[in-house]
């Protein structure tokens, strides 16, 4: 099992910018695509950055380009997400996720976070 613990959720006025950890153990960090994804109330869960197993390969949804910002430390076993230049509509429950490859949809991922929740004041 690979367990995964995101941090750095919180409130922050439109404009502002916040930076979420996701810290992964118990199984070989490296060995995993990950992604984060987000969950606004009423809403599907979507893929906001997707990151491949050495970091060399990064994706986006094209709400967050330019903005957001996905890497990872396999030596601390950690991912993150650089979020700036956030605007209301980016309010969500924040979830990182681990699996076999780059994926945009959630069930392409084995592993989840408990999420962490960004709250966006206008």
């Known amino acids: 099992q690979l367990q995964l613990v995101e941090s750095g959720g919180g409130v922050v006025q439109a404009g502002g910018s916040l930076r979420l950890s996701c810290a992964g153990s118990?199984?070989?960090?490296?060995?995993?695509?990950m992604g984060w994804f987000r969950q606004p109330p009423g809403k599907e869960r979507e893929c906001v950055a997707c990151?491949?197993?050495?970091?060399?390969?990064?994706a986006y949804v094209n709400s967050v380009k330019g903005r957001f910002t996905i890497s990872r430390d396999n030596a601390k076993n950690t991912m993150y997400l650089q979020m700036n230049s956030l605007k209301p509509e980016d309010a969500a429950v924040y979830y990182c996720?681990?699996?076999?490859?780059?994926?945009?949809?959630?069930?392409?991922?084995?592993?989840w976070g408990q999420g962490t929740q960004v709250t966006v004041s206008s």
């Open positions: 118990g199984r070989t960090f490296s060995g995993y695509a």
């Open positions: 990151i491949n197993w050495s970091g060399s390969s990064t």
């Open positions: 996720a681990a699996g076999p490859s780059v994926e945009v949809a959630a069930f392409g991922y084995d592993y």
